[in-house]
C-alpha cells in the first residue's frame, strides 16, 4: 500500500487499509465470510488497521521530517545547521521604571520589583539615586518570554524592600519578551539563510544578518545612484535589523557587503578586518511599533470558555510574523478571529498604532524602520450579545 514513488510517500488511509484486509480475508475464508465490523473477525480487522494506519501516519511524518518546508521541532532544529542557524530561544521582556528614594544612594542589581500578579522583574545594572530624589533604570522580567510583557503602570511592587527606595513607577516598555522562535519563523529564517551562500548581493547580506541568534527580521534598501535618496547617501546601502547583538550583526554585514560600498545607518560598530585595519560598519536598529486591538463579536453555544484568550493568543501570533515595515492589514485580523470555534460575526475591529490614543478602522502603515508586535495585553475582546 504504501511506497516511495517519484512523486514522494504515499500513505494509504484508514479506508483503504480497512478495503485490503477485508478483501485478504475473504480470499482466505470465503467471499461469504462477515467482516462487518459486529463480527469477532471484523472487530479484529479494525484493531489490526488502526494500528496499521497508526504506524503509516508515523512514516509520513518521518518522511516529511527531512525537507526544511514540512519538518517541525527537533527535526527543523537539526536540519537548520545546514545553513549555519539555530532557533532563537525565548528572551526576557524588559521595561523602564522610575525609582524614588534617598539621593545619592545607589541601588544594587538585582533589585526585585512585580506586579500585583507576582511576575518579577529585576534591576539590570546598579542604579545611583540622582539628587532630586529620582533615577530611571531598566528593569529585566525573571522568565524569559511572553510572559513579562506586562501593560505600561503594571510593575508597582517592590519585592525586596529597603529603606533608601520609597516608590517605584513603570513608565514604559524598553522590548518585548519574546517565546521560543516558533516552526513558521524558523522556517522563514532558514530560506533567507540559504542566500548567505553568496557575496556581495542583498539576498547574500540578509541571509547572512539572518543567521545571526536573535535576529528576528532583516530589510536591506540601497541606493545605487549617485545622488542622495531619501537620507540614504549615494552608493550605499543600509540594513533594517530587529534583535540580535550589535557587534554580530555588523560582522555578519561586512563579511558580504561589496568593497567600497558605504554601510550606512543609525548603530555603527568598528570592525577589524584579518590584517588588523579597522572599518566603520553601520546599520539601522527597526523600532517597534506596539499595536492595540479592540473587538467586538457575536458568538454561538460552539464558544468555549477560553474562546477570547484564544482569539488574542491568535493575534498575536499573527503579527509576530510581521516584519520590517509591514503594514498591518486589518481585514487580515479577520481570519485569526474567525478562526476560534463559535465565533459568528465581527461587529466591530478597530487598531491603534499610537499607544491607544486613538482607534480606527483602517490598516496601520509603518516605516522601514518599524515592526509591528503586540502582547495579549494590548487585545480588548468584547462578546456582545446576539440580536
Known sequence: M?????????????????????????????????????????KY????????????????ITYFARFPNSASGQSLDRLCAFVGITRNPATPAVHNVTLTGTAGETIEAGFLASTVEGIEFYLINDATIGEDGTVSADIE????????????????TIVNPDVNIEE???????????????DYNLRTRFILAQAAI???SSASIIGAVSKVSGVQSVMLIENSTGEEVDGLPAHSFTVYVYGGDDTEVAEAIYAKKPIGIQAYGTTSVTIEDEGGTEHVVSFTRTAMALVKVQIKIKTNNLFENDGVDQIKQKIVDYISTLENGDDIIRSALYGAIHSVAGVVETTELKLSGDGGASYSETNIELANTQIARCTVDDIAVEVVADD
Open 141 to 156: 522580567c525573571t522568565e524569559a518570554g511572553t510572559i513579562g510583557n506586562v501593560t505600561v503602570g503594571a510593575i508597582d
Open 168 to 182: 517605584i513607577t513603570h513608565n514604559s516598555i524598553v522590548s518585548l519578551g519574546e517565546d521560543v522562535e516558533t
Open 45 to 60: 480487522i479494525r484493531l489490526n488497521v488502526y494500528d496499521l494506519a497508526q504506524i503509516y501516519e508515523d512514516l509520513e
Open 198 to 200: 553568496g557575496e556581495s
Open 2 to 42: 504504501g511506497a516511495l514513488t517519484d512523486k514522494g510517500f504515499l500513505r494509504p488511509t484508514y479506508d483503504d487499509l480497512l478495503t485490503e484486509q477485508e478483501n485478504r480475508a475473504k480470499q482466505l475464508f470465503g467471499e461469504d465470510i462477515d467482516t462487518s465490523e459486529q463480527s469477532a473477525l471484523g
